[in-house]
């Protein structure tokens, strides 16, 4: 009998964790055609969102799905995120988090050619990498 994941309880933890103490959770996320986000964010495959109680709406964070609205450029959005995406929560104050493993590997190059409202970029500028967590081992 294959055991049932801990990530999600992970990341309700570490997004508790992160509140209690007066930082910002972030989720990096891996985009597939199953993650709902604003596409024209999304930067080599991948983004990185605030899941602070200030920065959303109806925030649920279930065992398959994280689901809140978030507002982009003033506009509020409904996001959907795959708890299988997610490649990491830290906070963005001191780096303090945890990564983990991309479930269900798909092609992230699909997702990227299908977005039709990015901005586009001269062939000699790199797109902008998005911030890296720094992780740093909590006990």
């Known amino acids: 009998m294959e055991l049932p994941s801990t990530k999600p309880y992970l990341l309700r933890a570490l997004w508790e964790w992160c509140c209690d103490n007066g930082f910002t ?3 990096a996320v891996e985009v597939d055609e199953r993650t709902r986000v604003p596409r024209e964010y999304v930067r080599g495959g991948q ?3 605030n899941l602070g109680p200030t920065a959303t709406n109806k925030l649920q ?3 398959e799905l994280i689901e809140f609205q978030a507002r ?3 506009v509020a959005r ?3 995120v795959p708890v299988g995406r997610v490649t990491a929560i830290y906070a963005r104050e001191n780096g303090a988090g ?3 493993e991309v ?3 798909s092609s992230v190059a699909d997702v990227d050619a299908a ?3 990015a901005p586009e970029l001269p062939s000699d500028e790199a797109p902008p990498e998005p911030p890296r967590p720094k992780l740093q081992r909590i006990k």
């Open 25 to 27: 959770p972030h989720i």
């Open 72 to 74: 982009f450029n003033g």
């Open 98 to 100: 945890m990564a983990f």
């Open 103 to 105: 479930e269900g590997e």
């Open 47 to 49: 983004i990185v969102l």
């Open 61 to 63: 964070m279930g065992n």
């Open 78 to 80: 409904d996001l959907s």
């Open 115 to 117: 977005v039709p409202d």
